[in-house]
């Protein structure tokens, strides 16, 4: 097996997050010399962190421009340890952080990037990417002959490591090689972050219900009224208590930007399907939604699948759905509501 680089950056707190975790696992998994290549503004959390993960070298960039998720430093970060390590497979998670620094490294070092990738594993001799194309219509496994190899794993597709030490005792103390790095001359700089109000968080990606509004909830109901405000109570009142992420369908969060009765809690970040997102959760119930193929494409990874709708000719009907009920979405998530 080559030789592998895990690239991972540190969070806010300095610790190493769920995404590099998970990167780890697989690199790990590959069976290769693994070398991690850290980047922050300090690393010695994240050094301590994963110590005993059998890595046979650890490298870091560090200083308080690499603390900064920023396009110049990271990639000039990154690259130096890729020549550092010189090996010929280099991992890293999708983050937004290195999803945009490493395609441009991949170049510099006259290699090959693939991103978006759901399991990087030995097929054979050859470690081989999985990756889904067309919108998560169709599953590719691929390998390249180029290198260095930069791959990107999408969040949520293994399971992070665990944090067991490989030698008793080896927690905690990791030798960490500096690589220095003069800081490029940037033209960004990072002001802070803007967050949404905690309970104004529809989207998590970790919750196990995802809960899909459509355009249903804002249309007249059976008395020819629109009950919008009603539906966004519902909506939100689930959310809460199952602590669901809320997904959308595209009908439903272009009527916010139309101008008509509209839910509040649902913006474009919601959207669900192939001009959309796809979510990773064990549960989708989705509500007043049609179940068209643009917007259930976005299901791919979504394991169980249940639907309400009025209509027993929908979408859902035709093999999208594990279970669908043929009800008013309004009265059964009052009832689900209450049961909550
Ligand atoms: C290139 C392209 C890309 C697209 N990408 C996406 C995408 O990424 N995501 C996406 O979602 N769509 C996408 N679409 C649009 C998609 O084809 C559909 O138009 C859209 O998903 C329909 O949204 P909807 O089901 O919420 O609304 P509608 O089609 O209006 O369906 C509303 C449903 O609510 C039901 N309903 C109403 N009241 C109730 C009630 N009280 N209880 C239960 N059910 C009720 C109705 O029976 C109906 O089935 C795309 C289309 C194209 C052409």
Not at 156 to 179: F, K, L, M, N
Not at 248 to 276: F, I, P, R, W, Y
Request: glycine share 12%; with cysteine.
């Amino acid at each position: 097996m080559e030789n592998i680089l895990l690239l991972a950056h540190t969070e806010a707190d300095g610790s190493l997050g769920k995404a590099g975790l998970e990167a780890l696992a697989t690199a790990l998994g590959l069976g290769g010399a693994l070398t991690v290549g850290l980047v922050g503004a300090a690393i010695d959390a994240a050094a301590g962190q994963i110590a005993g993960c059998g890595a046979v070298r650890f490298l870091a960039v560090t200083g308080d421009a690499f603390g900064q998720p920023r396009y110049a430093t990271d990639a000039a970060a990154a690259e130096a340890l890729c020549r550092a390590a010189d090996c010929q497979i280099v991992l890293a998670a999708g983050t937004s952080r290195w999803a945009r620094a490493l395609p441009g490294v991949a170049y510099r070092l006259g290699g090959r990037v693939d991103t978006h990738a759901t399991c990087l594993a030995m097929l054979g001799e050859a470690p081989a990417v999985t990756r889904w194309f067309y919108r998560q219509r169709m599953e590719a496994v691929l390998s390249r002959s180029q290198r260095p190899w930069v791959v990107l794993l999408d969040p949520g597709c293994v399971a992070p490591w665990s944090g067991t030490p490989s030698a008793p005792g080896t927690a905690g103390t990791a030798t960490v090689e500096a690589v220095s790095v003069e800081p490029p001359a940037t033209r960004t700089t990072v002001t802070g972050y803007q967050s949404p109000k905690s309970d104004e968080q529809t989207i998590r990606p970790d919750a196990k219900i995802l809960l899909v509004a459509g355009a249903g909830w804002t249309k007249k109901q059976a008395d020819g009224a629109v009950h919008a405000a009603e539906a966004e109570q519902l909506i939100l009142a689930f959310l809460r208590q199952a602590q669901a992420s809320l997904g959308g369908s595209k009908s439903v969060v272009d009527l916010s930007g139309e101008g008509e009765a509209v839910l509040h809690c649902m913006t474009h970040m919601n959207q669900v399907g192939q001009t959309g997102s796809t979510p990773r959760h064990a549960k989708g119930l989705s509500t007043c939604c049609h179940g068209e193929e643009p917007h259930v494409v976005g299901w791919r990874f979504v394991n169980q699948r249940r639907a309400i709708n009025l209509d027993a000719g929908c979408g859902w009907a035709r093999g999208k759905a594990d279970v669908l009920y043929v009800a008013d979405a309004f009265e059964v998530m009052r009832h689900v509501n209450a049961m909550l």
